[in-house]
Structure formats: C-alpha cells, structure tokens
C-alpha cells in the first residue's frame, strides 16, 4: 500500500452555523489536493451543542452532506466529518464518511454518549469499519475512545487504521492522550485523533489531535489552538526494536469472555 496522505483538521467550528462549517471544510480540501483523507472533528458541522438540535440535524440525503459531497469529489478527496443526524425519529451524534467520489459510504452512529449528550441524542447499536482511500476505517467518536472493547472490536472486524473524532474537553484532555496511545499499543493499529479547540457553548475544548502509531507513539501532535496538519503515513511501519507481537492477527488468540470467579471473603 502506497503511503496515506491525511490532513487533521483541529479547529473551532461556528456554533450553530453550519453553512460557515462546510465552507470552511471545502476550504480546507481545497487547500490539501494531494490529501487521500481530510478528518474533522465531532459535530463540527454543527458545532457541539446538546440544545436546540431539531434545527441542526441532517439527513444522510440532504443539501448539506450533498454539498460536503461536491467538494470530496472535485478534490478527489475523501472525508469524515461530525454532525447530529436524523435517525429513527430521534437525533444520532454521527460521523459522516464520504469517499474521493463523494459517495456516501457510511455514518456511524456515537454508541457511548456522554453526560448531557444522553438526554439529547440516540445511542448507536453497531459499530462501523468502513473503506476510504484504500485502507479499512474503524470510526469512534469521544466517548467512545475511552473503552478498549469499542477498538477491540473494529480490529477484530478487520481495521486497517483507528480514527476518533472528538470534542473532548477541559479537563480530559489528558484522559485522551493516554487512551488515544492505548487504544493504538493494545490493537497493534494506527490510530488518528482529531479533537475541537476553543471555547464553545458550554465547554473549553481541549485540543491534542494526534497520529499515534501502531507502537504506540506521537508522530504528530498539534497542541491546544487551532491547526491543520498534513501527514504522510505508512500505515505498516513499526518500530525496529519491539517484538512484532501486536499484529492484528494475534487478537484472534483473545480467550473472551472467560468467567470471573469471586474469591470468598474471610
């Protein structure tokens, strides 16, 4: 597999002003036409807000993915942004993944809400790998990082690269350091994390996208203010000094569930 161009975008989307998000997004793809994949971070679209989303939301067929299309394939470029979306009568806090023809390859639906976001949005039921530029996607959203089965079980399904898109804020930023870096170290898989920067409604997000290899380490980072970042990634480049012992495959060898027996107290 020839090497993978990605763009991280981290930036502070306008609240509420979705029309301003995706020019902004088409400005960034216009800016990187040599990128396979631009990622952006939850909800950008929309900005990250749990009120007032009946205004907000998106149909997988309307004008708004329609328009973010457009802009994928006059680039040649393929996405994945944040959004709430309309879904079975209630509202999903999704990732949206759209390929280099500007085809709608698949949403997924956040499976692990957090705090307020539970009142707000609906739950995702299944987990996502999708194929954008070549190379098997396993998509998380925030929350959803924070839980080793989430990553556990897109590798197993066949991920090639873990990719989290977040709005993770103060003072969890260095919560998702260490699980971004656990989540890649214990799949032996790339992992891309783009998170928001700023202050928004409610929160002061915490910034931190990062490209954690397959080993575990920071081969970018990007800090707490806004900033794009374009890598090229040999998605199959490890260290020259650890054990090849994290490779997918080995997850087969994963003895799960196995019963807890609880010791009796004295």
Same mark, same amino acid.
């Given at each position: 597999m020839?090497?993978?161009?990605?763009?991280?975008?981290?930036?502070? &989307?306008k609240? $509420?002003?979705?029309? !301003?998000?995706?020019?902004?997004?088409?400005?960034?793809?216009?800016?990187?036409q040599r990128?396979?994949?631009? %990622?952006?971070?939850?909800?950008?679209l929309?900005?990250?807000?749990?009120?007032?989303?009946?205004?907000?939301?998106?149909?997988p067929?309307?004008?708004e993915? !329609?328009? %973010?299309?457009?802009a994928?394939?006059?680039?040649? @470029?393929?996405v994945?942004?944040?959004?709430?979306?309309r879904?079975?009568?209630?509202?999903?806090n999704?990732?949206?993944?759209?390929?280099?023809?500007?085809?709608?390859?698949?949403?997924?639906r956040k499976?692990?809400?957090?705090?307020e976001?539970?009142?707000?949005?609906?739950?995702?039921?299944?987990?996502?790998v999708v194929?954008?530029?070549?190379v098997k996607?396993?998509?998380?959203?925030?929350?959803?990082?924070?839980?080793p089965?989430?990553? !556990?079980?897109?590798?197993?399904?066949?991920?090639?690269?873990?990719? @989290?898109?977040?709005a993770?804020?103060?003072?969890f930023? $260095?919560?998702?350091?260490?699980?971004?870096?656990? $989540?890649?170290?214990e799949?032996?898989?790339?992992?891309?994390?783009?998170?928001?920067?700023?202050?928004?409604? @409610?929160f002061?997000f915490?910034?931190?996208t990062?490209? %954690?290899?397959?080993?575990?380490?920071?081969?970018?980072?990007t800090?707490?203010?806004?900033?794009?970042?374009a890598?090229?990634?040999?998605?199959?480049? !490890?260290?020259e000094?650890k054990?090849?012992?994290?490779? &997918?495959?080995?997850l087969?060898?994963?003895?799960?569930?196995?019963?807890?027996?609880?010791?009796?107290?004295?």
């Amino acid at each position: 597999m020839k090497n993978l161009n990605v763009v991280l975008a981290q930036l502070k &989307p306008k609240l $509420r002003d979705i029309p !301003r998000n995706i020019e902004t997004l088409s400005g960034i793809l216009a800016q990187h036409q040599r990128a396979d994949l631009v %990622v952006f971070p939850e909800l950008f679209l929309s900005g990250y807000t749990t009120s007032g989303l009946d205004e907000l939301a998106l149909d997988p067929d309307g004008p708004e993915v !329609r328009e %973010v299309s457009r802009a994928a394939r006059e680039r040649s @470029t393929a996405v994945i942004f944040g959004a709430p979306e309309r879904a079975a009568g209630a509202i999903a806090n999704s990732a949206f993944c759209i390929d280099r023809h500007g085809n709608l390859t698949g949403v997924y639906r956040k499976t692990h809400l957090f705090g307020e976001e539970r009142g707000a949005f609906i739950a995702g039921d299944e987990l996502l790998v999708v194929d954008l530029a070549g190379v098997k996607v396993g998509l998380l959203i925030c929350f959803d990082v924070e839980f080793p089965e989430v990553a !556990r079980s897109l590798a197993l399904a066949g991920a090639d690269l873990l990719v @989290t898109i977040s709005a993770n804020m103060e003072p969890f930023g $260095r919560d998702h350091d260490v699980f971004s870096i656990a $989540r890649a170290l214990e799949n032996g898989l790339p992992h891309l994390y783009v998170n928001q920067v700023g202050t928004g409604e @409610t929160f002061v997000f915490s910034g931190g996208t990062t490209f %954690v290899s397959a080993d575990g380490d920071h081969l970018a980072e990007t800090g707490a203010s806004e900033k794009v970042v374009a890598l090229s990634l040999d998605l199959h480049a !490890r260290s020259e000094t650890k054990p090849e012992n994290l490779r &997918p495959q080995y997850l087969q060898q994963l003895r799960s569930p196995l019963p807890v027996e609880l010791a009796p107290k004295h």
